[in-house]
């Protein structure tokens, strides 16, 4: 049989048991769940941010006093609904009970209950000051119309040197967010490829294995078939992510196709570079023990590495041209989780993704080679853990 046949067959047996595993069931579906109930829970924390604020009106008020109001609100781009209050005492109880964030007492006094809101008190304050003096130059003569022009605002054009991406920072946070699926993706599903490695050596299923396949066949098959699972889990995520965002109701503000779409293509392409760079060293550390029990410690060299690109990724959101994070989207390493953040604050030059991409993928083909070596030498060997020196040797051998 073709050797790469081979590698698909074992490519096939090694994806099929993992995706029946209740293990993985188990945590795709709590994944999945708690993904899908963040829509709903911001949209519900969200849902009063377009509530009407309540402004009072106790005893006498100023002719006028309501439209200036609202028209102030405009400016202020707030929306606000009138109550009338009858008297002060009347006015106190609302603002205590919190039916009202404000009330115009009398038509001179503003009155909160317990802080004062600048902004409330600004808005309140200007309509007042509008009404009163609309009724006076009415009082002097002056027609409604001319009381218009009046106070009617001096045009005045707002502009800006740059225009800002109003999706910057949705494509930010989505971005970090990939990297968080990323790391916790790469840290998983390595961790399937060395326990798989383990679980074979220790139940001498590779034994039976390697009476027909080479060690090479076996790590590369075991490494293509879980993560392909990898990659099915990325994509559900991913799905059940694009759904909680239109259940929380940003879909209306924002396009979720043209932000969502690039992030998951990176994610899933930075995912397949960042999974075989550490795969293929999970197998080899992996196969330098015998027992499930030995293998914490053996995973500490691929943690070890995985760690730092992950709290430069964090740093790399706040500060992406920042001298660390630059360097670091470029080392093989840690290219994968802070290559994207980058990417997406706009700050990686064409050159520097090339570098992370072409360095990245070199390193990848050194550790197949390195890795098969080590898996190759320490895959029959059992008992205590073997050190990965002599692992080389005795594939040299």
Not at 95 to 108: E, F, I, R, Y
Not at 133 to 138: C, G
Not at 168 to 190: D, H, P, W
Request: hydrophobic share 55%; charged share 15%.
């Amino acid at each position: 049989m073709n050797a790469w046949r081979q590698v698909a067959l074992l490519a096939k047996r090694e994806f099929t048991e993992r995706v029946k595993s209740k293990p993985f069931l188990i945590t795709m579906s709590i994944l999945v769940v708690g993904i899908l109930a963040v829509g709903p829970i911001v949209n519900l924390l969200s849902g009063d941010e377009d509530e009407a604020t309540m402004i009072g009106l106790a005893g006498p008020e100023p002719p006028g006093i309501e439209q200036a109001l609202q028209e102030q609100a405009g400016a202020f781009e707030m929306t606000i609904e009138i109550e009338r209050l009858g008297d002060a005492a009347s006015a106190e109880q609302a603002l205590t009970d919190g039916v009202v964030a404000v009330a115009l007492v009398d038509g001179t006094e503003i009155v909160f209950h317990t802080d004062v809101s600048s902004r409330l008190s600004t808005l309140v304050r200007g309509a007042l000051t509008t009404a009163v003096k609309s009724a006076t130059l009415t009082e002097l003569g002056l027609s409604e119309a001319e009381v218009g022009a009046i106070f009617q605002p001096v045009p005045v054009e707002v502009v800006t040197l740059e225009v800002d991406d109003p999706e910057e920072e949705a494509k930010r946070v989505a971005a970090f967010a990939g990297t968080i699926v990323l790391y916790i993706s790469i840290l998983m599903f390595g961790q399937f490829v060395a326990m798989g490695t383990v679980e074979e050596k220790q139940n001498r299923v590779v034994e039976v294995i390697l009476a027909r396949v080479r060690p090479w066949q076996i790590l590369v098959g075991k490494v293509i078939g879980i993560g392909l699972l990898g990659l099915l889990q990325l994509l559900v995520l991913a799905g059940a992510a694009y759904l909680s965002a239109q259940l929380a109701g940003l879909g209306a503000d924002i396009d979720l196709a043209s932000i969502g779409l690039p992030i998951i293509a990176g994610v899933v392409f930075w995912f397949i570079l960042g999974y075989a760079f550490y795969a293929f060293l999970y197998a080899a550390v992996g196969s330098t023990v015998s027992r499930q029990e030995d293998l914490q410690g053996a995973m500490m060299l691929p943690i070890a590495l995985i760690l730092p690109g992950y709290f430069i990724a964090l740093f790399a959101a706040e500060n992406p041209d920042g001298v660390v994070p630059v360097i670091a989207s470029m080392m093989p390493p840690w290219a994968p989780f802070v290559m994207p953040v980058r990417i997406a604050d706009g700050a990686a030059l064409p050159w520097e993704i090339a570098v992370a991409v072409i360095g990245t993928a070199a390193a990848v083909v050194a550790l197949v080679w390195i890795g098969s070596r080590v898996y190759a030498g320490a895959l029959l060997r059992t008992g205590g853990r073997i050190k990965i020196r002599e692992a080389w040797r005795a594939a040299v051998d």
